[in-house]
């Protein structure tokens, strides 16, 4: 066992030689290369409105549970027969 370690401990480096590396190089467009760079805003009202109580957890757990509740219902009500009783007997009378 100790032995098919070290072959495979030698052979991994060799693998490494017949991986094709992607041309970056030539990947950046003239257009791209002569943008300017983006505008650097302050971090700390970024912060701010970030750390700001804007929502209220209670509220937004409350909401969440109501759309739950609607799409399992409509859920339920999607798995139900879309064919009334006579039209599914027609439907297998004509398959058989």
């Known amino acids: 066992m100790t ?7 030698l052979l991994a ?7 094709q590396i992607p041309d970056l190089d030539r990947t950046i467009t003239p257009a791209m290369a002569a943008a300017p ?9 970024v912060l701010a409105r970030a750390e700001a109580p804007g ?8 909401e969440l549970d109501a759309r739950v509740t609607a799409l399992k219902t409509r859920a339920a009500r ?10 599914s007997q027609r439907l297998t009378q004509g398959l058989q």
């Open 55 to 62: 929502l209220d957890p209670e509220r937004g757990n409350a």
């Open 37 to 45: 760079f983006p505008a650097l805003v302050p971090l700390a009202p």
């Open 3 to 9: 032995r098919a370690l070290l072959i495979l401990a």
């Open 78 to 87: 999607l798995r139900g027969s879309v064919l009334t009783g006579r039209e």
């Open 13 to 19: 480096p060799l693998t490494a030689g017949c991986t």
